[in-house]
């Protein structure tokens, strides 16, 4: 929980001793093993989670395929955004790739903080803005970038990647072939 109560201070720096004990009332400790879902296809996304130690991805179905959409790991959030917001029936899957320990909360609890403590507006404002602009740039890259440079992107933002995330999803993520990701993965800079 510290990792996150720093994080929200990095962001806020005027955290208030009230606002952290009852963001510390709310936060939930959720050690989830290796191969889990956090949230299945169907379901209503009910919570946010930050990982405070494991790796997760976030994939959805097409033909009976799965298609990965994101990794995170340790300092990161995990949200099906759509479903969360929306109060949708999600279409993404988010599992534990490894045995992760993650903070959740609830909606509920999340707009309650929002309404109480306004200045912690800024903190979602902020960390909404950074997501997105991930997402933005994961979607430029698949639509812009040569199959070398999107695993070059990937492998600098996330340089054990390859030692956490089975090589078959990297594949899938990158929208290339396992073949094609062994022979760049062979190729030096």
Do not use: H
């Amino acid at each position: 929980m510290e990792k996150l109560i720093g994080l929200i201070r990095l962001l806020w720096p005027e955290v208030t001793t009230d606002f952290e004990y009852s963001l510390r009332q709310v936060l939930v400790r959720e050690e989830v093993p290796k191969k889990q879902f956090v949230l299945k296809e169907g379901q209503v996304a009910q919570k946010m989670y930050f990982i405070e130690k494991g790796c997760v991805r976030g994939y959805y179905l097409k033909d009976g395929q799965e298609v990965n959409s994101w990794f995170m790991k340790e300092g990161d959030f995990v949200i099906s955004i759509v479903s969360f917001y929306a109060k949708s029936p999600s279409e993404e899957i988010i599992e534990t790739l490894e045995e992760s320990l993650l903070w959740s909360i609830s909606r509920q609890n999340l707009e309650r903080l929002y309404l109480q403590y306004p200045a912690f507006n800024l903190v979602g404002r902020l960390l909404t803005e950074k997501y997105y602009v991930l997402s933005e740039q994961r979607t430029q890259n698949l639509r812009k970038k040569t199959a070398d440079e999107r695993y070059r992107n990937l492998v600098a933002s996330f340089p054990d990647i390859s030692n956490r995330v089975p090589l078959k999803y990297i594949a899938s993520y990158l929208g290339i072939s396992s073949e094609t990701l062994s022979r760049l993965r062979a190729k030096k800079w």
